[in-house]
Every structure is written in C-alpha cells, then in structure tokens.
C-alpha cells in the first residue's frame, strides 16, 4: 500500500508534510515504513506525554474498551471511569479550581470557555495576546494572534482585542468578558509570560469583574515541570483549559472553574456527543495517576534545566543558525536567525533520526516524551548537531555555489 499516494490524492491537505510514514512507536522512539527508526521530539505536538505505547495506558485503553466506550444517553448517565478520572484531577488541579467539564480538543476546551464567560458576565470583548495560539475554530482563531491563520476567515467574533502582554492588564476595563493568556506560547515559539505580568492580569481581572482565562493546553501535565505552568506563580484563574497531555494521546480535553462560576453554568449551556466518554477518562486518569505517582514533575525539572544547559552549549558551536535558546521542563525552543532555516533544520533533523517541531518565528521546538531519560536526551542532542552540521555545510556550498 502506497500510503503517501493514497493520503495525498485522497486526503484533504491541509498542511504541509514531512515525507514520512510513521508505522509505530514505542517510548521515545517511532519506526518508519522501511523500519528506521526515529527519536521522537515533538510528542505529537506535545500529546504522548508518557511516550508511545505505554504500557499503563495500553492497559486503561483495553480495561475499559472492555467494558464500555461511550454511555447510554453519553452525559445524562454516571461513569466510573469519569468519576475516577474527577478524583484524579482534584490531585492536580490548582486550588479553588475544582469544577470540571470535558471537551474532545484544546480548541472545544477555549472556545466554551470564551462561550461561558459571556454568558456569566454578560460582556463580549475578549483580550488576547499577539502571538498567541488558542484553536482553530472560529470563536478561538478570533483570539488567536496570528493575522495569516485568522485573516482568511473573516469576519473574526467581533469585540476582540489584541495586545502585547505587557500592555494587557492596563486594558481590562469593565466591559471586558475576559482574558485569555497561554502562560508559556506555544505555536507563537516558546515565550514565557512573565510571573508578575500573570499576577497583575489576576489582579485588574478581579478588580474590574474580568474573567481570566488561562490555557494550559500545551503547558499542563508537567510538560513544563510543575503540573501546570502557572502552579509557581501563585496565580488562580476563573477558568483554566487543558488538553494535549491530558490523556497522553487520546483525543481528549478539560477545562476547570471556580465553584463560584460554576453556580452560573446551567444544563444545556454546553455539551457534546463524546465529552467525558469512559474511555477517554479511564486513558486519561491512568495518565495522570502515573504522572503522579512516578513524581515525573521533579524528573521534568531537573532533566529539563540541564537540557537547556546542554542547548546553550549547542548554540554557542553554532552561532551562525541558532541566535537564541529558551523554555522551561521538556517545553524547549531553538530560535534561529533566519525563518527559512526553520523547515531545512526539521528535515535535517528527520535525516539524522530525529523529529522536532517547526513553528513559525524562526523557532524549531523540542517537546520530548516526559519520561525521556539521560542517555535518550544526548543520543537527540547529537543528532541535532549531527543535524546542525548538515545545514551549515549546506549553506556554505550554497554560497560557493
Ligand atoms: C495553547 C494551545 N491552546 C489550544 C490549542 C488547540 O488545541 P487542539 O489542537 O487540541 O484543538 C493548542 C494547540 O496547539 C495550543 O497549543
């Protein structure tokens, strides 16, 4: 079977792809077609956190595909697997949010997340950050801040506003619904908000009845170290989105609230066919058990910080593609001095067995599996220089050429 004919004359493209077939993976590496195998740095844009085919998760999946995947009447009935699943994010979640509802992706979670701040405020403006990333559907591209994703689909929801985060605070005003803020873009290339520009935020959003929106899509469930990246800054949002991690590579997202919030949401307000189905839960509190219980939050931090050692180091033999290393746990960023190195840099990459994440704004990200040992860590960092090599010697035969 010609898979690459097949997806490119019968699929809808919608993106651009990397000439590979990716048969299967196990821990931290994947196998292609012809059995090469590959270290995986990307997670699935920050998904499998426990890496490929982990056996806790392969065990959740067949224990409850077992005894059953989606509900008679989906939500209007209980689930074990759910109510297990809520026990499990009361462990985690910060204090004060301790309401939860389910969605199926990160953009679902944000976009009812903006849908129920106007219902409970009874606003429409919505801030958002130049930059940031919150989805794809219509309501989360209007707060996404990057015009050439959003400014094919015009009109955008109206009464949004865009602001670099240090301007953001000054803005909410009493007619503003809320803020949505990622504590550490993602797509927009790693950039970290800084702690007191979140509390500041908190603060104003309180003061002028603003929700605050925090999403954790791509930074929670240790991805960055602590549970969730805000957990350091002391700061509690109205309402916090998560996904990607979340179930470790099931569909699945969640968003959580203040009981206070909670009080003004009424049934019908949101739902959907698969929201918290067994399955999903049952995957995703055997993640979250796990990550709990093997501490992979402290691994996280500590492998994380020499990672990033390990990057400057990387970034001072090659001054003249990398300008700039950054990120915090396994969230990790190489930003390069020019754009058109970003895709050059990924397929060099995949050549010399390793897979990382083009983002726009000159940056390639590294989002490795959170279970990634010592030894896996140095055999990705030697293939990124082995790869780093590769397209300097490209680009010096092309200025010869
Ligand atoms: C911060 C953030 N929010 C929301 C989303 C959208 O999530 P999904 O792709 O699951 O809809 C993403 C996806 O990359 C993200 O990084």
């Known amino acids: 079977m010609d898979v690459m004919q097949i997806e490119d004359s019968m699929g809808l493209t919608v993106c651009k792809r990397q000439p590979l077939v990716i ?18 740095f990307t997670s699935g844009w920050g998904v499998t956190c426990l890496g490929h085919a982990h ?34 994010l009361q462990q985690v979640l910060p204090a004060g949010l301790q309401r939860v509802y389910f969605a199926n992706s990160g953009a679902e979670a944000n976009d009812a997340a903006l849908k129920l701040a106007r219902k409970i405020t009874g606003r429409q403006r919505v801030l958002a950050v130049h930059g940031a990333f919150h989805g794809r559907t219509l309501a989360t591209l209007s707060v996404s801040g990057n015009a050439g994703n959003s400014a094919r689909f015009l009109p955008s929801v109206p009464g949004n506003e865009f602001a670099d985060v240090n301007e953001l605070a000054a803005m909410v005003s009493a007619d503003i619904a809320a803020v949505i803020i990622e504590p550490i873009q993602g797509e927009g290339g790693v950039r970290a908000v ?3 520009l ?10 002028h009845g603003a929700l605050l929106i925090i999403d954790e899509v791509q930074t929670g469930f240790c991805r960055t170290g602590d549970f969730f990246a805000i957990t350091a800054s002391g700061v509690t949002p109205d309402i916090m989105t998560m996904g990607k991690g979340i179930a470790g590579g099931l569909p699945f997202a969640a968003f959580a609230m203040t009981e206070a919030l909670a009080g003004a ?25 796990h990550l709990r219980e093997q501490q992979v939050s402290d691994h996280v931090k500590v492998l994380g910080l020499s990672m990033l050692q390990d990057l400057n180091t990387l970034q001072q033999k090659f001054p003249d593609i ?45 989002l ?9 860590w ?10 780093l090599l590769q397209l300097r010697a490209q680009s010096e035969q092309a200025q010869c050429a």
């Open 23 to 40: 048969e299967r993976g196990e821990g931290a590496f994947v196998w292609d077609q012809y059995g090469n195998e590959l270290l995986d």
């Open 55 to 88: 056996p806790v998760m392969l065990a959740a999946l067949a224990a409850q595909a077992g005894r059953i995947m989606q509900n008679p009447n989906s939500g209007f009935t209980y689930s074990p697997a759910r109510a297990r699943l809520l026990l499990e």
């Open 194 to 196: 800084p702690e007191e």
């Open 198 to 207: 979140l509390q500041q935020l908190q603060q104003r959003c309180r003061e």
């Open 265 to 289: 949401v009424q049934p019908g307000d949101h739902g959907g066919t698969y929201c918290g189905n067994p399955l999903s839960c049952a995957v995703a509190a055997a993640v979250i058990g």
């Open 322 to 366: 990398v300008c700039e290393v950054r990120g915090r746990g396994f969230m990790l960023a190489l930003v390069l001095h020019d754009d058109g190195q970003v895709w050059p840099l990924t397929e060099a990459c995949a050549r010399q067995g390793l897979m990382v994440t083009p983002t726009r704004n000159a940056v390639v990200r590294l």
């Open 368 to 376: 490795p599996e959170l279970l990634l040992t010592e030894t896996e």
């Open 378 to 387: 140095q055999l990705g960092l030697s293939r990124l220089q082995a790869a």
